[in-house]
């Protein structure tokens, strides 16, 4: 079992550009879930997906957006990038939005440079 | 306030237990408590999560209060790889969202 993976590992973008990240959830796995963590903080929940539709939305504006694919993979794009958005970017993987406490495996990141 | 406090740092010597506390004075009935850590460079990695009775597994314990507004992780024998960044977390059911802190940096000193 491959995990949570996801590309790419490091991202060097200009003010203003626009990036797509990616993440492949663990096998058997249908939710994902992304997180901006800045340097010496804890992760801060961007938004979750599920179905391919987004279900939960943190406190981000709408320059951050996301998809999911059939296959339950998931792409985070952000638009008009600022220095702030320079972090690393977590995606987590879970089964189901049944209420219960499922726990979210994680994968490595993205780490996003915004020079 | 929807996030935990937790103190901004601990040590523990290795082979020794750790008590990791943690309050949510807030919490409500259906919340759970959810512990996870992240060792450097690595995503954040599942610990433990409970919802009213102390709960044990291969990797720690968990001791939640019975007025559940507080809660601690407990490594039994900590060891160098137990070294990481621990995050209390409340879980919303109802918003699938877990809202974490600054977390408690834990040093293992050999």
């Known amino acids: 079992d491959a995990g949570v993976t996801q590309s790419p590992t490091h991202l060097i973008k200009t003010r203003g550009q626009q990036v797509t990240l990616r993440c492949s959830p663990k096998s058997g796995h249908d939710t994902v879930s992304w997180y901006q963590q800045a340097l010496g903080q804890g992760p801060q929940f961007i938004f979750q997906y599920y179905e391919e539709e987004e279900r939960q939305r943190g406190n981000f504006p709408d320059r951050f957006s996301g998809h999911q694919f059939p296959n339950y993979s998931s792409e985070l794009n952000v638009n008009a990038l600022l220095l702030g958005d320079s972090a690393l970017y977590l995606c987590?993987?879970?089964?189901?939005?049944?209420?219960?406490?499922?726990?979210?495996?994680f994968g490595p990141g993205t780490r996003l440079t915004v020079t | 306030d929807a996030k935990t406090t937790q103190p901004n740092s601990m040590e523990s010597n290795e082979e020794e237990p750790v008590h990791l506390p943690c309050n949510h004075s807030?919490?409500?009935?259906?919340?759970?408590i959810h512990w996870y850590r992240q060792l450097p460079s690595q995503g954040p990695e599942y610990v433990i999560h409970?919802?009213?009775s102390n709960v044990n597994n291969r990797m720690a314990s968990l001791a939640i209060a019975e007025d559940r507004k507080s809660s601690t992780l407990i490594l039994h024998r900590a060891t160098l790889r137990d070294a990481a960044v621990y995050y209390c977390i409340r879980y919303y059911p109802a918003g699938k969202d877990m809202r974490f802190g600054a977390g408690t940096r834990l040093t293992v000193k050999p």
């Open positions: 409970g919802l009213t």
């Open positions: 987590a993987s879970s089964l189901g939005l049944a209420g219960g406490p499922y726990e979210q495996y």
């Open positions: 807030t919490i409500s009935g259906t919340d759970y």
